[in-house]
């Protein structure tokens, strides 16, 4: 369900001044079940466990679950004790592939500064877009809205100074909310949280914190930096009292970017109208085509991606003679190799589009055409772009994907 018909997650406050809060950490909730629940809303509100046999652990586990106290890497033995009412769902790893890989392509469409820390999170430094999206938190709406609109999953987002402080900011406000953390308010935030909260705080230093009457990190701050250090080790005190007072010098450290930008859709329920098909082919090359463009990049090879009612999948790729960030072409070239499948009766489960072979657009060569005219589809939906960032997606879109029983409203994705 969507957010605008069901504001989920915990209370948001009011809005935090994000002037100087470049970072942002956005973590997945509860990735694994939460992908899995896409695919069988029938389970929604129920305790799901996600994991393997009996020797197995907990991967993930809805917040149903976690209430009776199961937690990821738990045994599968000892989850199912304390929930004997769970439902245990062994894990698809391919479907978190790819979703993981779709959340990334959206954080990418923003900064390519982003630095993954598993398939479910990421760090990113948005300090570079915040005039084109007009502010961090605002980044950070925008990313929740349109993960939970193409993946059909909800995450949570911290945006703070330094990457500890976004980090927790996303873990306090799980699930599917965000967090500012000003920085004229990072001590008032930190000091009353538990001395666990800091990184690098484990089991361990735990005990050795609390035999030395630290329980919070204010009552760390308070230390003297040489009697942690005579506690813990040089490297160790220095790093929690910086941490302590929210100093972190780390940078988010981007790494190899994708290599292909894409979007694909599950359906509510298997499809087998073709019309229907095109028609979604059509959204997803629009939506592959604005990110393309939002990053600043084209690409020559169009693939798409078909899941057929029992999970097999096939794909299917053209390369193209230029390169081309125009949605138009991307869906006719996507639209030519569903066609050429000959599935008019084939019940399909899922649908993606993809391009690949990405380079800058400003290094990609382009041939003149004789006669060309000076504007075409790309200066049409250069356009689109331009009046989504004013009124909001979808305020354009193309007519065959403007439903006449539901008026489009400011916000609407295409």
Sequence with gaps: MSRRNNPAGPPQGPPGDDTDCPVLHVDMDAFYASVELRDRPELRGRPVIVGGGSRGVVLSATYEARAFGVTSAMPMTRARRLCPQG???????????????????????????????SLDEAFLDVRGAVRRFGGARLIGEYVRATVEDEQGITCSVGVAPTKFLAKLASAHCKPDGLLVVPAAEVVGFLHPLPVAALWGVGEKTEEVLVRLGLRTVGDLASTPVATLQRALGPAMGAHLSALAWGRDERVVTPSEPEKSIGAEETFPIDVDDPAVVRRELLRLAERTAARMRSAGQVGRTVSIKVRFADFTTITRAKTLREATDVGRVVYETALGLYDALGLERARLRLVGVRVEQLVDSERAPRQLLLGEKEIGWREA????????????????????????????????SP
């Design 87 to 117: 439902i245990v769902l062994s894990p698809h790893h391919d479907r978190y592939s790819d979703v993981s890989a779709g959340v990334m392509a959206v954080f990418r469409s923003i900064t390519p500064l982003v630095e993954p820390l």
């Design 381 to 412: 939906e250069q356009a689109v772009d331009r009046a989504a960032r004013r009124f909001g997606a979808g305020a354009v879109r193309p007519a065959a994907l403007v439903d006449p029983e539901k008026p489009a409203r400011s916000g609407d």
